[in-house]
């Protein structure tokens, strides 16, 4: 298994562009999330899905979009980057059977920065 | 959402058992406290997890008292390598959140 994948592993983008962070894994989770990292902080949820078909706000979701149109796959879309999105990007997942705190696997991060 | 406070650093020396403690005082009925590692430029890495009383695997211990307001993440005799961000985590699978984190840096 490679687990969780997330590609680019880095990023520059110019103020008002967009991109697309893309975000795979092999596990046959039904649980997925996007979270931000600013430096010296914890982690911020952004979107979260349950399965195909379903995502929803977290935390931290103005900017951004997300869509979950596979188990595997989970983009996020960046739209009109702004500097305050600079940031890391991590995607995670985890199985749920409808318990509680599920163990979350996470990626190996997208480094951004908005200029 | 019950927030939680954790030590923002600490520091040990290798062999050293080192005890960070995790306060959360709103823990709802259907929280679990689950504990996270992260090495820098890496994403966090699941250590723990439990719902109450005291909860061992290869790695650490957790203890949770009754009244669940609060747990203790043991981490026996660390090594270099366990110099790391450990994050306490308390809610269920679309609510969890991320303090700050514990910078543990253990010294030789």
């Known amino acids: 298994n490679a687990g969780v994948t997330q590609t680019p592993k880095f990023r520059i983008l110019k103020i008002g562009q967009s991109m697309t962070l893309q975000c795979t894994q092999d596990m046959n989770h039904n649980y997925m999330y996007w979270y931000r990292q600013d430096p010296g902080m914890g982690l911020k949820l952004i979107y979260y899905?349950?399965?195909?078909?379903?995502?929803d706000k977290g935390e931290v979701p103005n900017g951004y979009n997300v869509s979950r149109s596979t188990t595997e796959d989970f983009p996020l879309r960046l739209e009109l980057a702004a500097p305050s999105q600079t940031s890391v990007y991590f995607c995670a997942s985890s199985y749920s059977s409808g318990g509680f705190g599920e163990t979350q696997y996470f990626g190996p991060g997208t480094r951004l920065l908005v200029l | 959402l019950a927030k939680t406070t954790q030590p923002i650093s600490m520091d040990s020396y290798e062999g050293q058992e080192v005890n960070i403690t995790c306060s959360h005082n709103?823990?709802?009925?259907?929280?679990?406290i689950t504990w996270y590692q992260q090495f820098p430029s890496q994403g966090p890495r699941f250590i723990i997890q439990g719902y109450k009383t005291k909860v061992t695997n290869e790695v650490a211990s957790l203890f949770i008292p009754a009244d669940r307001k609060s747990s203790t993440l043991s981490l026996p005799r660390v090594s270099l390598s366990d110099t790391a961000v450990y994050y306490c985590?308390?809610?269920?699978?679309?609510?969890?959140?991320f303090g700050a984190g514990t910078r543990l840096t253990v010294k030789p």
């Open positions: 985590l308390v809610g269920d699978d679309t609510d969890m959140r």
């Open positions: 709103n823990i709802a009925t259907n929280d679990y």
């Open positions: 899905s349950v399965g195909a078909g379903i995502t």
